[in-house]
């Protein structure tokens, strides 16, 4: 069964270890949806989380894989635990003045903000579960989508447990 | 004191043991190599970057050291990229250091500048570009951290020539501080536990023995380990010296071209203990079919190896120094039950017996054309027991596990995962050099051979007496025999039109050419190559459509094998 996984992976923030971690996955033949990466609160460790995708047997040789570098400091799988999941969408839409009203509508249904305005657009950011991010863009593609920016999505995990190190 | 980065380099060479290196100077390791000359490193200059790797690969395949190459920034280090990728297949340990451009130059495209950091990131366990001399000590004492523990590997070191001017305090770091790398090397006794469970409840127990066996030096208590369970016992390439072929249990090697007592084995076991290796495809044939009535016990260091390739009922993550004594322990502790299990296992030892009369392995020899299979069978005979054989790759290198009995560890010296042609002969001078008195004969093709033959001048120069066993076909045999079988015998480029004098080519570097043509020959011209002192190339002119046997084709399965041309 294919599945879409969601991996936090905490690296030496150092020169190079991104290349390591993308040249994985290309060079065994491993999908990466989304990739996003920044400094933890620990400033020497970096935090990436990817989405990937395959069945449980691909899922095992990529968290294995991934433990085998000699930078990776923990892989999290979270899959079968509980975390809240957000990702960062800006867009840009053409603002006619039949549709000016209509984008502020469905903004504020979303409870996006409005970041920058200009006679013929807007600029909307919307944080939220990836899925929130696909009803707000097909709501807003009829309405003249012009440019759309995502972040990938970011997780933690519910709950007083903390990944910080080795531990 | 301070010290250069050059100095700081060799220092930390000196203080892991390092007392021999091979490589190729040039523009950006020049400092190393004037430095070099005051160091006690004796240095060994091959005649490519690619054959300086090959060498000190040998080197720690036969020593069980961390083998160390020096190559040049831009064209000599890309030389050394197929040494290190082999290196990389068979998990030996190394440390490879390349020159590079000086760190202000870096991305300009300078010359001789090559990215070896990207270019060789998915051919080493790890590699370290060294931007700073305060660093160096620190990166090489973990470099050679890395090399040699858990699954050994290659590991480069990049060093910029300006960082090899730069001076720093030196002192080499008693520990290593790795956060990310801790290799598991005690097992988990739950899974030795059920381990032991399955063996005694085994009827068709087969060990499955890999290059792990080889890289830990578990010899002793590999033997041990089957003289207690009395299963049969089968290796891969890499595996094969770390288990006496001679041995009564023995089955020699399993897979593409295993002998049909082992595939056969395999296929009918209801249990494989799988001790340090991979399943590689060569070995397992068509998955789907393989060891269908088995259960599979996996142990391994790496647990990326461990149901990679194959599903596995017990995974075992551990060194095999760790694994199989306690094994022995536990089950020696249950005489009883251990006593009945092999007891029970008898009809199984009775019926690869009959497998091995059935089939053994054999060839044709016939009054006219001398047999390939022959000439390593004779060699096998004169050599000493400690011999070491190093081979290139292709026909001449099957016939070889096929046909030469290994009975000690590190004698094999072969690229197995990789599959790298002219590596033999470039192998053959790094074992030669780690071990000066005694033999070290490289099996080789005339296809191979060519690859890497520059490497004789390197053999004169140091008086490394290896001894060059060429099987003649004129052909590359394991692609003709491809196109024989699968392709109709439509010989595409396979056919080595322009006969070579090897004789001439010998004499040509100093060393002695030797040849036979004539079956009555082979004897003779093998006892006088072994006895001339110095480097020696014994050519045979083998029967030229000669095909290795058994095999199992591609995608077949393991008791799908051709027996017959």
Known sequence: MKHTHTISVLVENEFGVLPRVAGLFSGRGFNIDSLSVAPTLDPSISRMTIVTRGDDKILEQISKQLNKLIDVIKVIDFTDQDYVEREMLLVKVTAEAETRAEILRVADIFRAKVVDVSPRSYSLELTGAPEKLNAFIELLRPLGLKELVRSGPVVVGRGAKVWKNID | ?565
């Open chain 2, 1 to 565: 004191m301070k010290k250069t980065g050059s100095q700081i380099l060799l220092e930390c060479l000196r203080l892991e043991g390092v007392d021999t290196v091979f490589g190729y100077p040039g523009g950006t390791v020049i400092n190393i190599y004037d430095d070099l000359m005051d160091s006690p490193i004796h240095h060994i200059l091959n005649r490519h970057e690619q054959a300086a790797v090959h060498a000190a690969d040998a080197y720690a395949r036969v020593t069980g050291k961390v083998g160390v190459a020096i190559a040049t920034s831009g064209p000599g280090a890309t030389n050394t990229v197929t040494g290190i990728a082999t290196a990389y297949m068979d998990s030996i340990p190394m440390v490879i250091i390349s020159g590079q451009v000086p760190t202000p130059l870096i991305g300009n495209d300078a010359f001789q500048e090559a990215d070896m950091i990207g270019i060789t990131r998915p051919i080493t366990k790890h590699n370290y570009l060294v931007r700073d001399v305060k660093d160096l000590a620190r990166i090489m004492k973990q470099a050679f951290y890395i090399a040699r523990t858990g699954r050994p590997g290659p590991v480069l070191v990049d060093l910029p020539k300006d960082v090899q001017v730069d001076t720093a305090l030196f002192e080499y770091p008693e520990t290593v501080e790795l956060r990310g790398y801790k290799p598991t090397i005690s097992a988990n006794p739950r899974q030795l536990d059920k381990a032991v469970k399955m063996i005694l409840a085994a009827r068709k127990p087969v060990i499955y023995v890999g290059g792990g066996a080889t890289l830990s030096d578990v010899s002793e208590d590999l033997l041990a380990f089957v003289e207690v369970t009395q299963a049969p016992v089968t290796t891969t390439l890499m595996g094969m010296s770390s288990f006496p072929k001679t041995h009564p249990l023995s089955m020699g090697m399993l897979g593409m071209h295993g002998t049909f007592y082992a595939n056969m084995a395999v296929t009918d076991s209801d249990l494989l203990i799988a001790l340090g290796a991979r399943f590689d495809d060569r070995v397992t044939g068509k998955i789907a079919t393989f060891a269908p009535h088995a259960k599979i016990i996996h142990v391994d260091v790496d647990p990326t190896s461990i149901k990679k390739n194959v599903r596995v009922d017990l995974p075992v993550v551990g060194m095999l120094q760790d694994v199989l004594p306690r094994l022995i322990e536990k089950l020696t502790s249950e005489t009883e039950a251990l006593e009945s299990s092999v007891e029970a296992s008898q009809p199984w030892r009775d019926q690869v017996e009959a497998w091995k009369e059935q089939h053994p392995m054999s060839y044709k020899q016939t009054k006219s054309t001398i047999k390939p299979q022959y000439v390593i069978e004779k060699l096998c005979e004169l050599t000493d027991d400690d011999a070491i054989i190093a081979t290139e790759v292709g026909q001449h290198q099957m016939w070889t596990a096929q046909f030469y009995d290994f009975t000690q560890p590190r004698t094999f010296v072969t690229s197995g995962g990789l599959g790298t042609m002219g590596y033999g002969l470039p192998a053959a001078v790094g074992a030669q050099a780690a071990f000066p008195g005694r033999q070290v004969i490289d099996i080789s093709g005339d296809g191979s051979f060519q690859m890497n033959s520059q490497e004789l001048a390197t053999l004169v120069q140091y008086r490394l007496p290896v001894k060059i066993v060429i099987l003649n076909n004129n052909f590359l045999g394991m692609v003709r025999q491809w196109q024989q079988l699968f392709f109709d015998k439509r010989y595409s480029q396979t056919c080595m039109e322009l006969p070579i004098d090897f004789i001439k080519l010998a004499e040509a570097y100093g060393a002695t050419g030797l040849q036979a043509t004539k079956v009555e020959d082979v004897e003779a011209v093998l006892k006088k190559g072994l006895e001339t002192p110095g480097p020696v190339i014994m050519e045979f002119k083998v029967s030229r459509e000669e095909n290795v046997l058994p095999m199992v084709p591609a995608g077949a399965g393991l008791n799908e094998m051709v027996l017959a041309s």
